[in-house]
């Protein structure tokens, strides 16, 4: 009779994962504690996210479901903003349908949507890793939601470890995080001052003669103060100057303007601006190439008509505004109005500009920050 084989018995699996899964709990919650922390547990079942909401906002997990309706109706209703960002090609409808349905496991939308819904922001805290934040609001008076976010499979509720857990979660503050973001707006807001701040003061002597030579205006203080407030731009001033001798003109009356257009230059009116302009260009890209833009060394020099004599003020001023001198280039009193106008030429100036070079300004803006949905 042939013997049977001997069976060998089977070694019983060890719990290592579990153990290493206990391991890690305990780890998670000394660093917690260390921020004087705890971690209130939910229930596993696919409801864990909004189970760990309905704790830190109501104090009971039971309500999960009231927070997935609330949450997955805010989705439907901003459907632009959330349909771009649902993966494997799933039509928005049939996505919402089961994230209503219970059991469905959150993930980064519902983390946003669960943000602006409860009009609070989001701290995820996770083992030995940087924690995670959901900042839609920036008033510090916002509530603050701590879940603490484990294996990438399950959420739990984080309290303070003062809390007694009887109903919404008591205000959590790590002094750490505050004292970084803080600091990271002031270096923020100081640098953007210190860079405008900056560019203001700078006005190239060349560029004022380039815009002296171009608009027939002898009056450097008026020619620099316009460039400060077009931020250097060449050509805005230029226009703004022109733009303003013409505001200018039309309040004089009509008997001075008919006398003045009598004795006026025309071909001096509409040769000299030009002829001048682009000689100052051509000097002041040279000059800006052989000194690097040293506007500390470099003095403004317009030489214009009026240099070689006096002109009586209330002779017709001989740049070709059609207005008598005192009210033209003999004139300090169109400082005040600079601030005024400056903001009407420049809108006319970028079409007309766009249109003759043939390029596009970059425009910054700063849009609105409205969170990160890949966290």
């Known amino acids: ?4 084989k001997q069976q060998k018995s089977k070694p019983k699996k060890q719990p290592h994962q ?6 890690d709990l305990s780890q998670f919650r000394a660093q917690l504690d260390a921020l004087g922390l705890k971690i209130i547990q939910v229930t596993a079942d696919g409801n864990c996210f909004f189970r760990a909401i309905a704790d830190q906002l109501e104090g009971n997990e039971d309500e999960h479901n009231k927070y997935r ?3 997955v109706l805010y989705i439907v209703k901003n459907r632009e903003m959330f349909e771009p960002f649902i993966e494997d090609d799933v039509p928005f409808e049939d996505y919402c349908k089961t994230m209503d349905d219970d059991g469905t496991w959150a993930g980064n939308m519902e983390l946003q949507a669960a943000s602006l819904v409860t009009r609070s922001n989001i701290c995820i805290h996770r083992n030995m890793s940087p924690r995670w934040y959901i900042r839609n609001f920036e008033d510090t008076r916002t509530r603050m939601i701590h879940l603490s976010y484990h294996d990438g499979e399950h959420y739990n509720s984080v309290r303070s470890k003062e809390d007694a857990c009887g109903g919404p979660a008591r205000p959590v ?3 750490a995080d ?3 973001s803080a600091a990271s707006k002031q270096a923020k807001a100081t640098e953007s001052k210190s860079k405008n701040k900056a560019d203001k003061c700078h006005v190239n002597a060349g560029a004022i003669k380039v815009v002296m030579s171009g608009s027939c205006c002898d009056n450097t203080e008026k020619a620099e103060q316009v460039l400060l407030q077009v931020n250097g731009d060449v050509d805005a001033a230029i226009e ?8 200018e003109s039309l309040t004089e009356n009509d008997t001075e303007t008919a006398s003045a257009s009598d004795t006026i ?27 690097g833009n040293n506007s500390e060394t470099v003095q403004a020099k317009c030489t214009t008509q009026t240099d070689d004599k006096k002109i009586p003020r209330n002779k017709t001023c001989p740049c070709g505004s059609k207005k008598k001198y005192k009210s033209c280039c003999g ?21 007309r500009k766009n249109l003759r070079r043939g390029t596009s300004n970059e425009v910054e803006a700063n849009a609105p920050d409205v969170g990160a949905l890949c966290i």
């Open 178 to 180: 505050a004292k970084v």
């Open 69 to 71: 309706n609330m949450i």
């Open 1 to 4: 009779m042939a013997k049977t």
């Open 240 to 247: 703004f100057l022109i733009a303003d001798q013409g505001m």
């Open 18 to 23: 579990k153990q290493g899964k206990d391991c």
């Open 173 to 175: 503050v790590i002094e």
């Open 265 to 291: 230059n025309p071909k001096h009116a509409s040769d000299s601006p030009m002829e001048n302009t682009e000689q100052a260009r051509e000097e002041l890209i040279e000059e800006e190439s052989a000194s």
């Open 331 to 351: 004139t300090a009193t169109g400082r005040s109005s600079v601030k005024l106008l400056v903001s009407q030429t420049m809108e006319s100036k970028k079409g």
